[in-house]
């Protein structure tokens, strides 16, 4: 920027937003520039980057541990990987999954991604190339609705339709663990604790349980509040704490130990939170919403930081935040990835765009069961 002509400055100035912080510093000192009489924005747009026409309606979303691409599962039974910067496909189709992909996550390292869907099979592949390294996986008798890696890669865990957890070998796909059993119903979302040593899972029932990872014994729950199906989980980066999201528009944070509210139910959204994160830090919570907007909320307080960032047309499905705390990322039923400033809620990147296939599951509301 230093190195540049101050004229290609000059003449953007006008176009920037009446508060934005250039505006503010150097309109007084230029005051015989062009002005805009109409439309001009009093701040940056709520999307840095966004990635259009991704496939079809994206299921789930992932940042690499780097954070310099996303993978995405669509509805359109492929997977991609994107820069997270550009915008660009990186790799991808990976094409296998006979079903719509409704999980996808990175390996620790980045080199393999898993990935879950709703032909009941669970594949390991590579992240460059897109060859499938293990799988398919077979063993649930459902739809596979959750996968993630242990922290050193050797471990699956995965979530599904037919009520049950499995702990898989991330090389052969054997199953080292499970299933669990003690939910009653759909299993949505499951994860690791950060030591790898226990496993959180959240499920149509209405509750979420904390099991053992290698006894697969309920350690913690049911953990009961949530007046409608909990559909997203995670643990806080310390492990201490569970944030949970739900159909009843509500997002809980409880005692991983104990089962007990920490803080909630955080109330904001205007329809069912399908999905929830915690910052690297522990300090703050994404959520993304059947209402179409993302919003960052003080753990602790449970008051919104940050948002309702708008831009999607449809349901957010998935949320992420960058390694950095820096950036959201967001996948939607609008076919599109958009990646945000997690403090103003600018869009960084995107949209990003995947063949539309209609298929229930990821683009449809379920039956209570």
Not at 119 to 141: L, Q, S, Y
Request: with cysteine; glycine share 12%; proline share 5%.
């Amino acid at each position: 920027m230093a190195k540049s002509a101050p004229h290609v400055y000059l003449s953007a100035l006008p176009f920037a937003p009446t508060r934005s912080l250039v505006s503010a510093h150097y309109s007084n000192s230029f005051p015989r520039i062009l002005r805009v009489e109409r439309g001009r924005l009093s701040h940056w747009p709520s999307s840095e980057m966004v990635i259009p026409n991704v496939g079809g309606k994206v299921c789930s979303i992932a940042l690499s541990p780097d954070g310099q691409r996303i993978v995405s599962g669509s509805s359109d039974r492929t997977i991609c990987v994107w820069n997270a910067t550009t915008g660009e496909t990186e790799a991808g189709p990976f094409t296998g999954h006979t079903g719509q992909v409704l999980s996808v996550a990175f390996s620790p390292d980045g080199q393999r991604i898993v990935s879950g869907s709703s032909d009941g099979t669970i594949r390991v592949w590579n992240a460059t190339t897109g060859e499938t390294e293990a799988g398919p996986f077979t063993g649930h008798m459902n739809w596979v609705r959750s996968v993630t890696f242990s922290l050193d890669g050797q471990r699956i865990v995965s979530g599904s339709d037919d009520g049950t957890i499995r702990m898989w070998n991330a090389t052969t796909g054997e199953t080292e663990a499970g299933p669990f059993t003690g939910h009653t119903s759909w299993v949505w979302s499951v994860a690791f604790s950060p030591d790898s040593q226990r496993i959180v899972s959240c499920s149509n029932d209405r509750t979420t349980r904390v099991w053992n990872a290698t006894t697969g014994e309920t350690e913690a729950g049911p953990f009961i509040g949530h007046t409608h199906w909990a559909w997203s989980v995670a643990f806080s980066p310390d492990g201490q704490c569970i944030v949970s999201g739900s159909a009843d528009g509500t997002i809980r944070v409880w005692n991983a130990t104990t089962g007990e509210t920490e803080a909630g139910p955080f109330t904001g959204h205007t329809d069912w939170v399908g999905s929830v994160a915690f910052s690297p830090d522990g300090q703050r919570i994404v959520s993304g919403s059947a209402d179409r907007t993302i919003r960052v909320w003080n753990a602790t307080t449970g008051e919104t930081e940050a948002g309702p960032f708008t831009g999607h047309t449809n349901w957010v499905r998935s949320v992420a935040f960058s390694l950095d705390g820096q950036r959201i990322v967001s996948g939607s039923d609008d076919q599109t990835i958009r990646v945000w400033n997690a403090t103003t809620g600018e869009t960084e990147a995107g949209p990003y765009t995947v063949a539309t296939q209609r298929l229930w599951g990821c683009s449809d509301t379920p039956n209570d069961s």
